[in-house]
């Protein structure tokens, strides 16, 4: 595996307590493939992300495991975390406006991203620019390269960021939400880029996203994450078309799908729990329908484990194949 990430822990301590914003995450992707971490706001996908970049801040308490290649990030040193990103992985963030600073041409903004990381000419880094702006598909590349980040609209500004991303050659490009702040027509066109680029670069892409259609859009493997857990982890098809987690089941029944006919979309009751000091038990159990089925009150006492319920398919959740069975055919059993 080319990414190789193993019980990952991303702690913060918290007046309130500890913070657990990412506890004992495990993922791995090949090149060229494609990883969506999909959750709600606080599920601790950007944090992950982060810490893979090695950009947590001072206060995090990182533990575990990320294998980048045969580079580990986890306990790097500064500088070889520098060598790491832009060399190896980029990040693209959900809103290039403040990823870029406001008072400098774009393509100057690259090139000095670019010789950043690399020993080159201002010339061969101005020419390397262009041929990356052109490649992301700026009509004009010399006059992009001359803009101000206001000059450009939304999905331009993305454009710039990709290429920004993908001037060093990474061979993981990590991207938060990079389509939330586009119309969804632009979206379809930078996810479409982004498909293209990943076969002509080969690159693993992590895909942060709240957005089920930028899923199944883009990816193959997808972690689903709550309260700092993977909750379910497959293939794509496994999420969708076998989805075996109730937190997975309740992010399903709340976008609409051309290939299901419902009277009305349901949305997942509650909120996601503070981070500082969970309670014991399952972290999802107050939203979750399903926490009745499960005998001795286990969801309450203890943390589901990761369990394997089918090749490279795991949920963690108490539900056992019957109980899972019976909760499909009556997905909105109360609690
Ligand atoms: Fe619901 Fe219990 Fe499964 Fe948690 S462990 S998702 S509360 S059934």
Known sequence: MFVSVRDLKVHFPAEEGLVRAVDGLSFSIERGKTLAIVGESGSGKTAASLAMLGLHGKAARISGEIAIGDAQVVGASESTLRRLRGNRMAMIFQDPLTAMHPYHKVGEQIV???????SVSRKAARQRTLDMLARVGMADAQRAFDSYPHQLSGGQRQRVMIAMALCCDPELLIADEPTTALDVTVQA?????????QREFGSAIIMITHDLGVVAEVADEVVVMYAGRAVET????????????PYTWGLLESIPRLDHQRDRLTAIPGSPPSLAGLAEGCAFRKRCGHAASVPDGLCASQAPLPTDIAAGHSIRCHLTDTGRAAARSNPRQPS
């Open 112 to 118: 000095e991203a670019y010789r950043t990381h690399r």
């Open 189 to 197: 066109q930078i996810l479409d880029l982004l498909k293209d680029l």
């Open 234 to 245: 497959g293939t794509v098809r496994d999420v969708f078309y076998r989805p075996s987690h």
